[in-house]
């Protein structure tokens, strides 16, 4: 039996790439999949049947399905191993290394996993260790980093200002930020002149060199809208736009370099968006991230999961803040949770997360304690105090809140809050969350090994620390993975599946803001907004925007307000886009819409 470790661009029987069609080879040469793919594909070894036969190939017919109920689900790496002679000793050597990566490919409700398995043989394990021992000093996720930079500084040229407005008085902006928020308005408004003046004026900011613009233009060009549709101009001003530093054009070219098996190069460009979203996570736990809820069900629209996004209108939300309200300390902590991470539809409120954490340590709960050392950590609402952080995990830790410990142990590294770095804490720290089945410990202890902070360089002990974590869903553990398979650092190279894995990471980043507004949008009844904001996600390669933006041109026809070349767009253009939608969703594992 084979399996394939990348789900790539293969035709159902009977189909013709519409993409191939309609679109100029605008980004190179497309590679072959047999080509590629040869690298990640292996035969089950002998022996290794009882393994291979609990991991089936799944299709559109069988694909199982899997609920989450609330976050986002990181793909799950399943290690196990057979060895040569289980008596050889306390640590034998495995003979083969089985990596099951189940892709997640729909969020929040029903959604459908798609396996591939790697099959590794002790071959290809690397024993030779790096020429120069500081060559792995980029690999230090202690450093500083932009972990002290606010999501606008980690998304320039974000549409957060926009959706999500600043209270109080807004700071004055610059003359070509000013008018580049109030082209974005236009495009967002759903009049066609407005529209019209928007794309306008985004164009005529773009040729000034505003990289914001160009990426905005790039998504224009791409789309068709209002002129007529070229991927080459939208490659181009993208690639403008990512040189710029924007993160959004950087997401748009790693997903198109990817689509065509451009490996080599869809690989720094998402290692590099997925450094900055490790960087925007917690220090002590893994972070809930905004869900990227499915509209629909099939052809229906998905109302239950609807109704649990509504936020503060949503009923269980309201019977939830009312027992806060009551004094009850577990629904402080969790309506505090909500508001903090922006989950189940609210805004994000970093005041009132404040309020209720605060109020829910004052009866006792000690999750909040936790949450309170993360804020004052990252100064989320309230001044960046590293020594009132520690005091809070402190606190949390002597509740056998066991993830406090890797914050703790964090601010030990780094010598903050505390009198000095003391690598020796940090790593006891460490252990002991390790040792209470925190995978953030393990995690944390993998990064030690690997960049010898503390401890004696272990590449291959810091990847078993990695594998752990990862198999617990860690995202900062497919980082590492990641990077592992991209440099070839105690493995050999894998170019794909590090793409794969980095990409996972990626859209965890601040980008993914947009998901949330494009909800918001759908549920007030702005369908026309709403598709907008679907199908930027959908330029970024997020599958289930892409699924959605689809959905809404099929469902709403004219009401989508699908703008083409030359105004609304014509039956032809509306159905020739979402087809193209359905592909590329199609070619990222979902099965339904073609």
């Known amino acids: 039996m084979n399996f394939n470790g990348i789900n790539s661009r293969s035709l159902l029987p009977g189909q013709s790439d519409p993409q191939s069609e309609t679109e100029n080879n605008w980004a190179g040469p497309n590679f072959t999949k047999k080509d590629e793919l040869s690298k990640v594909t292996w035969q089950i070894p002998s022996g290794a049947e009882n393994v291979a036969s609990e991991v089936e190939d799944y299709n559109c017919n069988n694909t199982p399905s899997i609920a989450f109920p609330i976050l986002f689900a990181i793909p799950i790496v399943v290690i196990r191993t057979t060895q040569h002679n289980t008596m050889a000793g306390p640590n034998p050597i495995p003979k083969w290394l089985f990596l099951s990566l189940t892709l997640i490919l729909s969020l929040s409700v029903s959604v459908g996993a798609r396996h591939f398995v790697l099959v590794l043989s002790q071959e290809d394990y690397k024993d030779d260790p790096p020429a120069d021992p500081d060559s792995a000093a980029e690999w230090d996720e202690f450093g500083d980093g932009d972990s002290h930079k606010s999501e606008d500084d980690l998304d320039p040229g974000s549409w957060r200002p926009i959706f999500e407005p600043p209270a109080g008085d807004p700071q004055p902006l610059p003359e070509s930020d000013a008018a580049y928020h109030s082209a974005v308005h236009k495009l967002m408004s759903g009049d066609p002149d407005l529209i019209q003046d928007g794309a306008a004026e985004i164009g005529a900011l773009a040729e000034t060199g505003h990289p914001a613009s160009q990426s905005v233009l790039g998504f224009l060009w791409g789309m068709g809208l209002l002129r007529e549709r070229s991927k080459g101009k939208a490659f181009l001003y993208h690639h403008f736009a990512a040189e710029g530093g924007n993160m959004q054009s950087k997401m ?343």
Request: glycine residues 10%.
């Open 252 to 594: 748009a070219l790693a997903y198109s370099y990817t689509r065509q098996d451009m490996f080599d190069k869809g690989v720094n460009l998402y290692g590099e968006l997925a450094e900055v979203a490790v960087n925007s996570f917690l220090i002590s736990k893994e972070s809930p991230v905004i869900e990227a809820v499915r509209l629909h069900n099939g052809a229906e629209e998905n109302k239950e999961a609807l109704r649990k996004s509504k936020g503060e209108e949503d009923e269980d939300f309201q019977i939830l803040e009312y027992q806060a309200q009551k004094g009850n300390a577990a629904a402080m902590y969790k309506v505090g949770l909500f508001y903090y991470f922006g989950l189940r539809g609210l805004r994000r409120d970093h005041s009132k997360a404040l309020w209720w954490f605060l109020k829910a340590v004052d009866k006792g709960e000690p999750r909040s304690m936790e949450l309170l050392g993360e804020i004052y950590a990252r100064g989320a609402g309230v001044e960046r105090n590293y020594t009132k952080a520690f005091e809070w995990l402190t606190l949390a830790s002597r509740h056998h809140l066991y993830s406090a410990y890797n914050g703790m142990g964090y601010l030990y590294v780094k010598g903050y809050g505390v009198d000095q770095k003391n690598y020796t804490k940090a790593k006891e720290y460490f252990e002991k969350a390790a040792d209470n089945d925190e995978v953030g410990g393990h995690y944390n202890l993998g990064v030690m090994y690997l960049k010898g902070i503390g401890v004696n360089r272990d590449v291959k002990l810091a990847c078993k620390f990695f594998v752990f974590a990862a198999n617990h869903g860690q995202p900062k553990a497919f980082y590492q993975l990641a990077k592992i398979f991209h440099t070839g650092l105690g493995f050999k190279k894998n170019i794909p599946l590090a793409t794969a894995l980095y990409k996972l990471v990626a859209e965890r980043g601040p980008w993914s803001s947009l998901s949330r507004w494009a909800l918001e949008s759908y549920l007030k009844g702005d369908v026309g907004k709403a598709f907008m904001l679907y199908s930027r996600m959908a330029e970024m390669g997020y599958e289930v925007a892409q699924s959605n933006a689809a959905w809404i041109l099929d469902k709403y026809g004219e009401r989508s307000m699908c703008m083409g070349e030359s105004g609304f767009c014509t039956d032809a253009e509306r159905h020739q886009r979402a087809h193209s939608l359905w592909w590329q969703a199609s070619e990222q594992g979902y099965c339904q819409g073609l």
